[in-house]
């Protein structure tokens, strides 16, 4: 099988992490963003898979070698050179996905969720039909725009922009198969999938909907991150307990704690709810952590409080130092001891040596 991953341009609603990283090797729970993706789709047979992309970085290349020989599966770059929006890319690969009668899935590069690659082809299979968007439930519909299927069916009916009337529910959760036949209906230049292919197939009764169990989220932005690795870990805690920290550890408190066997813990800790810790992190005493992510290298000198924040790599949270508001820190950023900061961006290398008490960017 095939598959298609957008991945797009420089990743400017991550930044700063982007500013350092490109956005898939960004860690996700102590992994690669992409990574979660990649492994997902070779346990379910795909062999073949290509990332659109803006540009080719080369650091990708090199790391997305070493995937392919671990999950025995031929990752190929489709470079854009312009922007080709959501259904382009699809025509800049036919190479790839045409090549024979198979069906192909097609992916957003920041969704997380317990991929369903397997039931989802089987779904798209037993309909026959060109192609299935999957689709997840959400609480406030108005804000997305909504799938509303025939009625008594899985074909769907229409979509409607941020309605304003109740119409439903069900959203586009990122997450596509499509037979090669969609390959006739999109031309090589800049287009929207959602917003030109699939009402011709809507209107065609060519298209389904497949309802997403479980959590799901768009990470591609800080708040949506730090959302998404709270729904991530409520997950792993319920599949694969043991791979999160012990409750019973003396500083868990609250649970969904994700720890890299190298980072090193100090006394008198409280960590949790939903924290992950990365790589060679240190963490000093005293130190209070609740719903952050702390990326490799990173170091938390005694009595910190961060909250809410995604501490960049190699970067250093002074004593007695405060952090939340959504705040996330480039790499090798210091933030000397005692200062507050809420909802700071903060660029790397830069040093912290006074409050941020309003949210902002710090170039």
């Not at 689709?135 to 008594?152: A, H, L, Q, R």
Request: glycine fraction near 8%; charged fraction near 20%.
């Amino acid at each position: 099988m095939k598959a298609l991953i957008l991945v797009g341009g420089f990743g400017t609603r991550l930044r700063p992490l982007t500013l350092t990283m490109p956005k898939p090797l960004v860690e996700f729970a102590n992994r690669p963003m992409i990574l979660h993706q990649i492994e997902a789709l070779a346990e379910a047979g795909v062999t073949d898979i290509v990332l659109a992309v803006n540009y080719r970085p080369e650091v990708m290349v090199s790391i997305l070698q070493k995937y392919e020989e671990i999950y025995n599966v031929k990752i190929t770059f489709s470079v854009e050179t312009e922007p080709l929006g959501t259904a382009g890319p699809l025509a800049l690969a036919r190479d790839i996905l045409g090549k024979d009668d198979s069906p192909f899935f097609v992916l957003n590069s920041d969704v997380i969720c317990d991929f369903p690659f397997k039931k989802l082809k089987a779904f798209h299979e037993a309909h026959g039909d060109e192609g299935t968007i999957v689709v997840t439930k959400v609480e406030e519909p108005s804000k997305y725009g909504v799938i509303v299927n025939k009625s008594e069916s899985s074909k769907i009916d229409r979509f409607v922009e941020k309605p304003v009337e109740f119409v439903g529910n069900k959203i586009n959760a990122g997450i596509y198969i499509f037979n090669p036949a969609i390959l006739d209906r999109i031309e090589l230049r800049p287009t929207s999938i959602e917003q030109e292919t699939f009402p011709m197939m809507a209107a065609d009764s060519q298209l389904h909907s497949f309802t997403l169990e479980g959590f799901w989220m768009d990470v591609g932005q800080p708040k949506d991150f730090l959302t998404g690795t709270c729904l991530y870990l409520t997950n792993i805690n319920k599949i694969n307990p043991g791979s999160l920290a012990n409750p019973n550890s003396g500083y868990v408190h609250g649970g969904n704690v994700l720890v890299d066997p190298t980072a090193k813990i100090g006394k008198d800790c409280r960590i949790g709810p939903n924290v992950v810790i990365g790589p060679g992190v240190v963490i000093g005493d005293g130190v209070r952590l609740q719903r952050c992510v702390l990326l490799e290298g990173s170091s938390v000198k005694d009595h910190a409080w961060i909250k809410n924040t995604i501490v960049g790599w190699h970067s250093t949270i002074g004593r007695w130092a405060r952090l939340e508001g959504t705040s996330v820190l480039g790499d090798y950023v210091t933030v000397k001891d005692e200062v507050y900061i809420n909802g700071g961006s903060i660029l790397p290398h830069k040093s912290i040596s006074s409050n941020i008490t309003e949210p902002q960017i710090i170039m």
